[in-house]
């Protein structure tokens, strides 16, 4: 499965951004779709991912509440919606799809978007 992912820019901390991950075909069987971020000089961490077939979500502790992890099924597509961004979400976000689990091996990898957020 190849993914592309769109939506990072500029925005102020406390302002909203909409990252897209375009798969390019629909999966079958289970498959966790997810989105992880890499800052520069750390390592890269697990933001947030959603099982394709039931729809169960998952979210690193730093985002809950402030980003939503959500899927068209007809695409195939998965967003993630952030808001009240802080400058400590700057970062470039990458999304990953896995056949082992919200929190197993990420096999599939688009390319990074970035995201930066100003004080």
């Known amino acids: 499965v190849q993914l592309q992912a769109s939506g990072g820019g500029l925005v102020q901390a406390g302002g909203s951004l909409r990252l897209s991950c375009a798969a390019s075909?629909?999966?079958?069987?289970?498959?966790?779709m997810g989105w992880f971020r890499q800052a520069p000089g750390k390592e890269r961490e697990f933001v947030a991912s959603?099982?394709?077939?039931?729809?169960?979500?998952f979210y690193a502790d730093s985002v809950k509440g402030r980003f939503t992890i959500s899927k068209d099924n007809t695409k195939p597509t998965v967003y993630l919606q952030m808001t009240s961004l802080k400058p400590d979400d700057t970062a470039a976000y990458y999304c990953a799809g896995s056949r082992v689990g919200a929190y197993g091996d990420y096999d599939d990898w688009g390319q990074g978007t970035q995201v930066t957020v100003s004080s």
């Open positions: 959603i099982n394709w077939s039931g729809g169960r979500t």
């Open positions: 075909r629909r999966t079958f069987g289970d498959y966790y």
